[in-house]
């Protein structure tokens, strides 16, 4: 009999993991839209009807009784707390409605980002560096990260987070801003940042749920030390687009938007020791050269 693996948020990230997994687990995932209920079935998911920001509907989830509990849900678009992760965390406490018991998952990994560090000036960081997070958003992944740990602590629960930087693959390129010529700061005055393959965050995924450890912090990145700019001219040059304007910290407070400028201005360098020793990852794409590596070169029209 396999275990039951119950995935929340069933984007791109939870394909990659149901192609790893489906051999191993039974797949299940909540979902809001039913039209995309038979995609998730060519996947080897089995859909479940839920929303997250309407905690009535999510009794049908407290039936599956799952072994693993993937957690990819992004909070809410605004505050400072994670209300999505509050009732998930409460259906998954619920006793079933048949049997009156409560059967708790044995282990839930959650998908947090490393936006909770805020800026760190560019400084090596791992995983026991103090969170310091900046916006609304980085705070409502925080959130989600302590009530996940807290009721992982309460109720037995195995639980491991993977604080992830900027996703890239194949298809998940910064074209259109190029295309855009959206600019980039000065090295001088440029940030480091940070970035994992997508299907490289499927499998640190894969191995937190067969080696995690409880209550454990992971950093989901690769082995790149680039600054924003350097990125950006990185990507370019492979596709033959212009180089990057850059242009100064001052300019672009002034030009740019508050989404876009946090990220701009938040510089850290995260460690990834972690993965490769407890979880005994071995990176496919261990910088983003290398996946570019594999992408022809040829311009983008």
Not at 105 to 119: E, M, N
Not at 202 to 218: C, D, H, N, Q, T
Request: aromatic residues 6%.
């Amino acid at each position: 009999m396999k275990n039951k693996l119950l995935i929340v948020g069933c984007g791109d990230i939870a394909s990659r993991v149901a192609n790893l997994l489906g051999q191993c687990y039974q797949l299940f995932g909540l979902c809001r839209r039913v039209e995309n209920f038979d995609h998730l079935r060519t996947l080897g998911i089995t859909p479940i009807a839920g929303d997250l920001d309407q905690p009535a509907s999510l009794e049908r989830m407290a039936g599956v009784a799952a072994h693993s509990v993937l957690h990819l849900a992004p909070p809410p678009g605004q505050g400072k707390r994670d209300t999505r992760t509050l009732h998930l965390l409460s259906a998954l406490s619920r006793r079933q409605s048949n049997t009156k018991k409560r059967i708790l998952p044995q282990q839930l990994i959650y998908i947090s980002t490393s936006g909770v560090y805020g800026d760190c000036s560019g400084n090596r960081v791992n995983e026991s560096y103090p969170v310091n997070p900046r916006n609304d958003r980085a705070y409502r992944r925080l959130d989600a990260e302590r009530q996940i740990r807290n009721w992982g602590m309460r109720n037995g629960v195995r639980v491991s987070i993977l604080r992830v930087p900027g996703i890239y693959a194949h298809n998940r390129l910064p074209l259109e801003r190029l295309r855009q010529g959206t600019p980039a700061l000065l090295p001088a005055e440029d940030s480091y940042t940070n970035h994992i393959h997508a299907d490289d965050l499927a499998r640190i995924i894969v191995a937190a749920l067969r080696f995690g450890k409880s209550g454990r912090i992971y950093h989901a990145s690769d082995d790149s030390c680039l600054k924003m700019g350097e990125y950006f001219d990185l990507v370019a040059n492979h596709f033959n687009f212009p180089g990057t304007r850059k242009i100064t910290r001052q300019e672009a407070k002034e030009t740019l938007s508050p989404s876009l400028l946090s990220f701009m201005l938040e510089s850290r360098r995260l460690t990834n020791d972690r993965i490769k020793r407890e979880l005994q990852v071995r990176l496919r794409y261990p910088t983003v050269g290398a996946c570019l590596a594999e992408i022809e070169k040829i311009p983008v029209k």
